[in-house]
């Protein structure tokens, strides 16, 4: 099996040239504190020679960046390069690398020639690192990105703090966002260069990728550490980079590190130290009293409640902000159910009926561990997690909380491939406000959160559990679960009765064990995080993606042998 994390990907000349817009992007774009930044065009990642030499019109210089003012737009513009990806370059969304890839979703669209590079990556087979789009494209993006965090530091570096007092809590903002880039790139790609703001663009062509896994995952955590030391713990500004959301994300990073594997991806070792660092950061952001659960789940994906006590960092989006269709987020527009009249296009990231199949419960209202995949689940009379309808798109099930539009297998682009459900936690009503459609594609102004406080209390049961110490996990995954049990206010049909038969209980610390509190928790980030791109590469980080996806594929072969 091939994974994508294998991949050495070569940092050529054909990699990117100056990251510039024209001035028709330019007017669909704002920055996420409301000041236009057309010194976006400067910023660079070394690729070669000839790249390097190229100025575009209207574009400032380093040179001309001196001013307090000035810098400060260069940091906006490094926020706002956290955000630049697109459809087939995403860079926060995972729905191709880390749900289409799992046992979460299918690629969807109109068959599998259909965004043929999405297929590959479905099927682990060739793929390979000169894919002119997804694989190649999200490369030179997310180092766009990195060259903006590169470019923006050395010019805070040339004030000093007399003229700029903001100086090194702009420079840990700008090192967290370079640390979520190549934290991305890190688990999609595996072997990175990294390199900083002081090299050169001919150093740059010179870094190798060599590192080894403990060499390269310090390196992005310093960035983190260096955020933790110099960030406030409250920004007055929304959007920007606190000291908790830096302590969330080098947890993060933490608890990936922790699971040491060899080549083939086998884990061979669980870092002790590295899991107590993660109690550590988790329990500092889990302690300042800043974030909660939001009361329904749905709080997570709608934009009305952005922004709110779960979110710890997101990518901030905007829309009516005076430009000509707003500072949109379109990573997911290939995603919209395609025979909806209201959208039309594309039909891509479809469920699976894996998927929709862990969500059912026993009668104690407790997942169904062994035995969810024997059969296709009738949802008519099994129970059901209510993550389940925040979810996908099941016929007569009300899509994305409105009861006058329930889901349609009709809408579903091509059933006889891709099955016949849909998936919608990023997926907004075309009556939304925040909702944009931009010929044939749909962008939203919903923001994207990277790091929420489910994830947090996750993270910290996670270690908990691998550290022995499973008591103090129970509490922390039936957080979740107790939350998952009351998210059911938005939904009902129109007659007023639930879609589906919801049955959720906590854990019980009878029989709470080790093997059996983590097989809970695996069970957990599935289900809460579903479809949101990080079940691959969970997969991959506990060492099962082998096991768990080849029968994933068996299971294909199964259900094509019933039907034929």
């Known amino acids: 099996m091939v994974l994508l994390t294998d991949i050495v990907v070569s940092l050529t000349c054909t990699a990117t040239r100056n990251d510039h817009f024209s001035s028709k992007k330019l007017n669909q774009m704002k920055n996420i504190f409301g000041t236009a930044f057309l010194i976006s065009g400067l910023l660079i990642f070394g690729s070669c020679k000839k790249a390097l030499d190229y100025k575009p019109t209207g574009v400032l210089s380093s040179t001309d960046l001196t001013s307090p003012t000035a810098v400060e737009g260069l940091v906006t513009a490094a926020y706002a390069g956290i955000g630049n ?38 099927h682990y087979n060739l793929v390979q690192p000169t894919m002119g789009s997804f694989v190649t494209r999200s490369w030179q993006n997310l180092f766009k990105s990195i060259s903006r965090a590169n470019v923006a530091i050395r010019a805070v570096n040339t004030l000093n703090e007399a003229a700029y007092p903001q100086k090194n809590q702009r420079l840990a903002e700008l090192k967290f966002l370079r640390g979520h880039s190549y934290f991305l790139m890190k688990i999609l790609y595996k072997n990175i260069p990294i390199f900083d703001e002081t090299a ?22 310093n960035d983190f550490q260096f955020a933790i030391d110099n960030l406030p713990e409250t920004q007055t ?19 990936y590190q922790a699971y040491e594997q060899d ?38 994906f709608l934009p009305e409640t952005e922004n709110g006590p779960e979110s710890v960092f997101a990518i901030q989006f905007t829309i009516n902000d005076g430009t000509t269709a707003g500072r949109l987020s379109y990573e997911d527009g290939l995603n919209y159910p ?36 024997n059969s296709i689940a009738d949802l008519n009379t099994v129970t ?13 099930h009300p899509y994305k909380y ?26 907004q009503l075309a009556t939304s406000s925040s909702y944009f459609k931009l010929g044939p594609f749909m962008g939203t102004a919903k923001n994207y959160d990277i790091l929420r406080y489910d994830d947090v209390l996750l993270m910290q049961a996670e270690a908990y559990i691998q550290l022995g110490q499973q008591d103090k996990a129970l509490p922390l995954i039936n957080q979740i679960r107790a939350r ?13 009765t639930y879609p589906s038969k919801y049955n959720i209980k906590e854990y019980s610390a009878t029989n709470w064990t080790k093997e059996y509190a983590f097989k809970a928790l695996q069970w957990e980030r599935r289900l809460e995080f579903a479809t949101e791109g990080s079940r691959f590469f969970d997969l991959v980080r506990w060492g099962i993606a082998e096991p768990t996806l080849n029968d994933k594929l068996r299971s294909w072969e199964l259900r094509r042998e019933a039907l034929r």
């Not at 990231?349 to 998927?355: E, I, R």
């Not at 199949?357 to 407790?366: D, P, Q």
């Open 85 to 122: 990806g697109d459809m087939i370059g995403p860079i926060y969304s995972m729905w191709a690398y880390g749900s289409v890839r799992s046992d979460d979703a299918y690629k969807g669209g109109g068959g599998t020639g259909d965004v043929g590079e999405v297929d590959a990556l479905e």
């Open 200 to 221: 050169t663009s001919e150093d740059i062509l010179k870094v190798s990728n060599d590192l080894s896994n403990e060499e390269s995952w310090n390196k992005i955590a």
């Open 237 to 255: 500004e929304i959007g920007r980079a606190n000291k908790f959301a830096a302590e969330a994300y080098l947890a993060k990073l933490r608890l």
């Open 263 to 300: 080549a083939n991806h086998k884990v061979i070792n669980i870092n002790q130290t590295r899991l107590q660092e993660v109690v550590v950061l988790t329990q500092a952001v889990i302690s300042s009293g800043k974030y909660r659960l939001n009361n329904d789940i749905a709080d997570d």
């Open 338 to 373: 395609h025979g909806a009249p209201q959208y039309g296009c594309c039909g891509f990231h479809a469920a699976s009926q894996n998927l929709v199949n862990a969500h059912t419960t026993n009668a104690e209202g407790l997942p169904n561990f062994e035995t969810f995949n």
């Open 384 to 396: 059901v997690d209510p993550r389940l309808d925040h979810t996908v798109g099941i016929e007569g």
């Open 402 to 427: 409105d009861p006058t539009k329930p889901f349609s297998s009709s809408w579903v682009r091509d059933p006889g491939v891709y099955g016949n459900f849909h998936t919608m936690r990023f997926q």
């Open 484 to 496: 998952a049990a009351t998210s059911t206010g938005r939904l009902k049909k129109l007659d007023g």
